[in-house]
Structures are given as C-alpha cells and as structure tokens.
C-alpha cells in the first residue's frame, strides 16, 4: 500500500486559525507557505521561520511539522520591526506592553499557538536572528525570512540561515517586490541574491512570497 501522502492544504480549522490570528499575511500566500512546509518537512528536519510576530504564519509551519513529525522554529525578539512601532504604518497599540512601553508580542504569539492545538509543535527562539543564527549547528529543511525589512535586517537573515538549509531543502522569502513602488527592496535584494549565487532555483511563486530550493552549494 503506498504511503498516505501529506495534504496539500491544511484542514479548516487550520485555516481557521490563521485566518483568525494577528498578522499580515494574505490566505494565498498563507497556502504557498503551506505547501513548501509540507513538501520541505519531508526531509525530515525543522522548518525554521525568521519573524514570529503573533504566530500567523507560524501555525502553517506547525502544522506542516506535525503531519511529518518534525519540529517548527520560530526566531524573533518580539519586540517589532520598524514599521510596527508607534507612528508607524502597521502599529497595533493592542500588543505594546503598558509596563514597558514597548512592543511585546510573545503573549500573542502564545495564544495563538495555544488556540491553534500547535503549542508541542514549535520552539520559540526569543531574541535577534543574527545571535540565534551563529548559535545553531542543525541542518534544516525550510528557511522562511519574513523578520526585519531593512538591508541590514535582511541581508544578515540570509546570511545567519540560508546556510544552514540542508540540500534539496526551501528557502522562502516574503515580501519580495521587484517594483519599489509596491514595497522596500530589502527582501527583493536577497531573493536576487540567492537566485544569482548559483545555489537557488526558484521553484514557486505567490504574491509577494518566492520559494527556491537549495540546489547548489556556493552560497
Ligand atoms: C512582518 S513580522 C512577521 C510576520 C509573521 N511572519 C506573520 O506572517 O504573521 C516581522 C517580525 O520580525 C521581527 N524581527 C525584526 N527584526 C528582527 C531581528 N533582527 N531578529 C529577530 N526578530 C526580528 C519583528 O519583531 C516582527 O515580529
């Protein structure tokens, strides 16, 4: 009998989830994120996402892990990126913490994972993505940056994870707009980036998120 092959979709209260958990991402660029998740956790390594938030996207990870019993990893200080903080575009007041005066979107995150059923799928690591980088020693089958938008943020997500991607394994960028007028370059500059070292194809795209596989070794 052959083996029951993963879904391509996740179930409905899955999407449920998503759908209903703070964030930015559209539901069709939600369902490609899914589907590189699915298809890179066969490799049976984690999936590691740069740029928690409030767990929106991280639910798909989870939930592509789980059906292939592997673990999510989920990096951010939670502290915001810079568009998120007061006076800025994508500010939510309801996730600053009153105490501190500063963004705080663990507790979030953790309801989130909470409601989704997904809490005993994921490691959070809480802190910057360069430090957690030079930290980790595992391969693994996804890398998925949606953290920090600017150069600086950007440029040191693909240089701390993409080497740690295991051969054959999906590096997922989001927010990639080669138009600056449809949004900052940063992403867009890391994404040519990888196509143009040699080591990436691009394998699928959806919106503003491009996935390529790791097919080469000269990053
Ligand atoms: C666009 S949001 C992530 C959205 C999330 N992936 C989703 O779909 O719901 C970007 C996140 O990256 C985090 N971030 C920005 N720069 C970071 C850095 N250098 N290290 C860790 N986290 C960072 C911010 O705190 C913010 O929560």
Excluded: N
Excluded at 88 to 93: I, K
Excluded at 154 to 164: K, R
Aim: charged letters at 20%.
């Amino acid at each position: 009998m052959a083996a029951p092959t993963a879904p391509t979709a996740p179930q409905p209260e899955i999407l449920a989830a998503f759908e209903a958990a703070k964030g930015f991402m559209p539901v069709d660029e939600g369902l490609a994120l899914y589907g590189a998740a699915v298809e890179a956790a066969a490799l049976g390594l984690p999936l590691l996402e740069v740029g928690t938030y409030c767990g929106r996207s991280t639910i798909l990870l989870a939930d592509a892990a789980r059906a292939a019993g592997v673990m999510a990893v989920t990096v951010d200080h939670h502290r915001g990126s810079e568009e998120q903080q007061p006076g800025w575009e994508y500010h939510d007041p309801t996730v600053v913490d009153p105490e501190v005066g500063r963004m705080d979107t663990l507790p979030a995150f953790r309801r989130t994972l909470h409601a989704a059923g997904l809490e005993e799928q994921v490691i959070a690591l809480v802190g910057r993505s360069p430090q957690a980088a030079a930290v980790w020693a595992a391969p693994v089958g996804l890398v998925f940056i949606d953290g920090g938008h600017t150069d600086e943020h950007a440029t040191a997500d693909y240089e701390g994870w993409a080497p740690h991607l295991a051969p054959g394994g999906l590096l997922v960028i989001h927010d990639v707009f080669a138009d600056p007028a449809d949004g900052g370059q940063a992403p867009y500059r890391i994404y040519r980036r990888a196509l143009e070292s040699g080591a990436f194809t691009e394998v699928a795209t959806r919106g503003s998120l491009h996935v390529l596989r790791r097919t080469g070794a000269g990053l």
